[in-house]
């Protein structure tokens, strides 16, 4: 930031920067690592690599982005939908927006470039957020199955048959925007329809479309680069 805060404005300015860089940020991390807020510098490479924020610097526009759709989507579904259920739809937008962001920042797309097919899936699987919509009454099952299915299905597909192949972000990019558009479309009328396209497009154009490294397991065992 350029503005270092002058006079009366210094105290107020390096206040906030130091609850925004350190406080803020530091707390983020620990939102998914269970981790208290005084992480240890040995813990943050696995952290850095879970959260899909490889270095400080792409914290910034990562959590900037997530910050900014969370407060939008959560005071929109909170003025229509109650308090709740925009809590509920601020946290989602933050996840997911955060990490569409993270998965195509170059430094982070490096360090899941690293990591073998078992650990992609899992992340990939881990990503229930489509059941959330109806268990609290928006949208149905098996719409959120359908979103789940796609992109654990297609990601499944872009590991075993282009695992390395330089074709493989274009690929998923073009994959995730078809999707991405038909569940918009599918959506139609429906409560925080904004989620099916953001997923898609972070899990598959984002996650799914990072090529594997040389080196890195694979379910097929395959040791050479395509």
Same mark, same amino acid.
């Given at each position: ?58 914290? %910034? ?92 299905? %297609? ?22 925007? %078809? ?48």
């Amino acid at each position: 930031m350029g503005f270092r805060g002058r006079g009366i404005l210094a105290a107020p300015y390096s206040l906030v920067r130091e609850w925004y860089e350190d406080t803020y940020f530091w707390t983020e991390l620990s939102r998914y690592s269970g981790a208290m807020k005084s992480l240890k510098p040995q813990s943050l490479d696995s952290l850095k690599s879970l959260l899909g924020v490889a270095d400080r610097e792409a914290a %910034v526009p990562v959590l900037g982005a997530a910050s900014v759709s969370a407060l939008a989507v959560g005071l929109s579904a909170g003025s229509r939908d109650g308090a709740v259920k925009g809590a509920v739809a601020a946290g989602l937008a933050f996840d997911l927006v955060g990490g569409l962001v993270a998965l195509h920042w170059p430094s982070n797309r490096r360090a899941f470039a690293r990591k073998g097919i078992p650990e992609r899936l899992l992340f990939t699987g881990l990503h229930v957020q489509p059941f959330v919509l109806p268990a609290i009454g928006q949208g149905t099952w098996g719409h959120a199955a359908r979103r789940y299915l796609t992109a654990l299905g %297609v990601s499944v597909a872009l590991e075993l048959l282009v695992p390395r192949s330089r074709l493989r972000p274009a690929i998923a990019t073009a994959a995730a925007a %078809v999707l991405a558009v038909e569940d918009w479309r599918r959506g139609r009328g429906r409560r925080n329809r904004w989620l099916g396209p953001v997923l898609l497009l972070k899990l598959i154009s984002g996650h799914a479309g990072i090529r594997r490294s040389g080196g890195a397991p694979s379910l097929l065992g395959e040791g050479s680069s395509q």
